[in-house]
């Protein structure tokens, strides 16, 4: 029996839709890229731009075997919506979060329910705080430097040039970023070794505005400070610029930790004495390469650390 012509019709049209929509089924999982989200702090942080430069240009490098979405939050203290990032790739179903936090506490739940929908979490450069990950049951891989024992190189370089009983001070970061606490012990176990006397430990929030407020007020109660030992670049910034607001330029030592490009300009003028480098074009690599032998199933380790530096003059300078 012959079909009518307006069936030939209405059958090939149902033919073709048939295969437009197997066309546009997605790949199935095996076969297709996984997508690693990489979830960073400030990006008006250099650190974290470099970081992100960093990624992208590995995963350009690797482009067949990954798919990247990296974003960060405006500032520090931008918690919240660091959260909602990673709710987001939650959300979009990505196969791992390469994860950054604000906040060592409060990102932990957001950590659990990737970990829940089945996405592979990485902690880098701040840890997330390992009792409440014991609490929520939840096991996030660590990769990144141990930042006491950077804080202490730095520590121990200043402590070099000073004697014992000196007055200094420490600006501290986020106080609820474990980063900031271990900053914090690193220096003050290069103080305490050298016999230096701490007389001030303010937190300056990892932000350059707020530790220049906290190092002017240090230096107007303490006239004999001989040197301020502060956790990030951005707040070593802060800290130079209340000292030459004070007068007290080529009087009072700083040292940071990051390893900015602005701060080994100040090193190579003298203004700066050493900073720490973390190797921030490196570190989101470090994770994200974690990340793709979690996906691969080779089962790394449960931490990694990464690499410090002492960044000084001579350094600088080379051989």
């Not at 303010?202 to 505005?209: F, H, L, R, S, T």
Request: aromatic fraction near 4%; proline fraction near 5%.
């Amino acid at each position: 029996m012959k079909l009518a012509p307006t069936r030939i019709v209405a059958s090939l049209a149902a033919g073709a839709a048939l295969v437009t929509a197997a066309c546009a089924a997605p790949p199935p999982a095996a076969e297709r890229r996984p997508r690693i989200a990489l979830v960073m702090k400030s990006l008006a942080n250099e650190f974290f731009l470099t970081m992100e430069r960093g990624a992208r240009d590995h995963q350009r490098q690797h482009e067949r075997e990954y798919d990247l979405l990296a974003n960060g939050i405006k500032d520090e203290l931008d918690v919240s919506r660091q959260v909602d990032l990673v709710e987001q790739m939650i959300a979009e179903r990505v196969d791992a979060i390469v994860l950054a936090p604000a906040d060592s506490k409060a990102l932990v739940p957001a950590g659990k329910r990737a970990a829940d929908a089945g996405i592979v979490v990485v902690n880098i450069d701040n840890r997330l705080d390992p009792a409440l990950l014991a609490e929520r049951g939840l096991a996030v891989p660590f990769v990144g430097p141990d930042n006491r024992k950077g804080a202490r190189l730095a520590g121990d370089y200043l402590a070099r040039r000073l004697k014992a009983g000196d007055e200094v001070a420490i600006v501290e970061g986020l106080p609820t970023a474990e980063n900031a606490v271990q900053r914090r012990l690193g220096f003050e176990d290069a103080v305490k070794a050298a016999g230096l006397k701490i007389v001030s430990s303010q937190p300056g929030d990892w932000e350059m505005a707020k530790a220049n407020q906290v190092v002017s007020a240090q230096l107007s109660e303490h006239p004999a400070l001989k040197a301020v030992l502060c956790a990030n670049d951005s707040m070593a910034l802060g800290a130079v610029a209340a000292i030459k607001g004070a007068g007290r330029a080529g009087h009072v030592l700083v040292v940071g930790f990051d390893n900015i490009s602005a701060v080994r300009d100040l090193i190579r003028e003298g203004r700066v004495l050493a900073t720490v480098d973390q190797h921030a074009d490196q570190l989101a690599v470090f994770g994200l390469e974690f990340a793709l032998e979690s996906l691969r199933g080779s089962l790394p380790s449960a931490d990694r650390e990464t690499p410090v530096d002492l960044v000084t003059a001579e350094t600088l300078r080379g051989p």
